[in-house]
Nanobody
């Protein structure tokens, strides 16, 4: 059974940094796109960043230059380094693995940016 587990969320002041991690189990995901999405209460889920198996990255305009996505294929793990955090980044961050025919999601980790 595929399982994605996120960690690294928390409370941080504006301008601060956090690093999120997501480890997938129940298979090998080195060939597939991995990514991060976020969803705030009452809002639609939105893409934050994705990374292909070859390392090609894609970012939402709102996080470009502040967030960096990376992965370790041997560990089935994807990371999201978030710098210069803003209050608008407050959300639940969800990990995603996209395989042919199936999209897997983690439970999410809360990130709160507040002074």
């Amino acid at each position: 059974q595929v399982r994605l587990v996120e960690s690294g969320g928390g409370l941080v002041q504006p301008g601060g940094s956090l690093r999120l991690s997501c480890t997938a189990s129940g298979g090998s995901f080195s060939f597939y796109r991995m990514g991060w999405y976020r969803q705030a209460p009452g809002q639609q889920r939105e893409l934050v960043a994705t990374i292909t198996n070859g390392g090609t990255t894609n970012y939402a305009d709102s996080v470009k230059g502040r967030f960096t996505i990376s992965r370790e294929n041997g560990k089935n793990t994807v990371y999201l380094l978030m710098n210069m955090l803003k209050a608008a980044d407050t959300s639940v961050y969800l990990c995603n693995v996209l395989t042919p025919g199936t999209s897997y999601w983690g439970q999410g980790t809360q990130v709160t940016v507040s002074s």
